[in-house]
């Protein structure tokens, strides 16, 4: 099936700097990715879809100037997390589809931790 | 407002026995409905789905029912084997909206015990 990786898989950061995480389509072109947040023994909270050459669309809740989202490639979209906080600590997992295809195929996730 | 509800947190059971992992919704805009399976520290799979125009849904030892009128579903798995040990996520889509869209429950832990 189709492959979509996400890096880092961990990262740990101080209070106020700037994470980047990565989500790559490894076989195939993703014209939209999404973005999902996961407190523990909750559910994935969509964040945002970000589209191919366009801006994101952010759901409602979700600062767009916090969780900046770049969509430059067919391939690749990144969620920058600016001046992050402890309350930002969460695992956060990309997913994208592939055609018409509504079977979403998800990265490995990112465990984020703020001190 | 959770629209997918999995109110079982968590579900033991013997090796080869049945599983049966439910999950209610309250949208009936909802037509399409998917159950992933999440190990630890990776992403969701898919595992099956089902159309609302159909009342169940089978693949191998996973069964998918669907019952519309109580806004209800639940997957199957027989027999369980321990390797099913993981996490279910019942996640359903809008008719008319994105693909892509899904709404997820909490999830289930499932552990199948040798």
Redesign the interface.
């Known amino acids: 099936g189709a492959v979509v990786s996400q890096h880092p898989s961990r990262v740990i950061c101080k209070s106020g700097t700037s994470v980047k995480i990565e989500c790559r389509s490894l076989d195939f072109q993703a014209t939209t990715m999404f973005w999902y947040r996961q407190f523990p023994k909750q559910s994935l909270m969509l964040m945002a879809t970000s589209n191919e050459g366009s801006k994101a669309t952010y759901e409602q809740g979700v600062e767009k100037d916090k969780f900046l989202i770049n969509h430059a490639s067919l391939t690749l979209s990144t969620l920058t997390v600016t001046s992050a906080h402890p309350e930002d600590s969460s695992f956060y997992i990309c997913s994208a589809g592939q055609g018409a295809n509504e079977k979403l195929f998800f990265g490995s996730g990112t465990q984020l931790s703020v001190l | 407002d959770?629209q997918?509800k999995q109110n079982s947190?968590s579900l033991s059971v013997q090796e080869g026995r049945i599983s049966i992992l439910n999950c209610d919704y309250t949208n009936s805009m909802f037509d399409?409905f998917?159950w992933?399976k999440k190990y630890p520290?990776?992403?969701?799979?898919?595992l099956i789905?089902i159309s609302s125009i159909k009342d169940k849904n089978e693949d191998g030892r996973f069964t998918v029912f669907l019952n519309k009128s109580a806004k209800h579903l639940s997957l199957h798995i027989v027999p369980s084997q321990p390797g099913d040990s993981a996490v279910y996520?019942c996640a359903a889509?809008r008719s008319g909206g994105?693909?892509?869209?899904?709404?997820?429950?909490?999830?289930t832990l499932l552990t199948v015990n040798p």
């Not at chain 2, 520290?41 to 898919?46: D, H, L, S």
């Not at chain 2, 994105?98 to 999830?107: C, I, P």
């Open positions: 959770q997918v947190p399409y998917l992933y520290a990776e992403g969701p799979t898919f789905s996520f889509r994105s693909n892509y869209k899904l709404t997820f429950g909490k999830g």
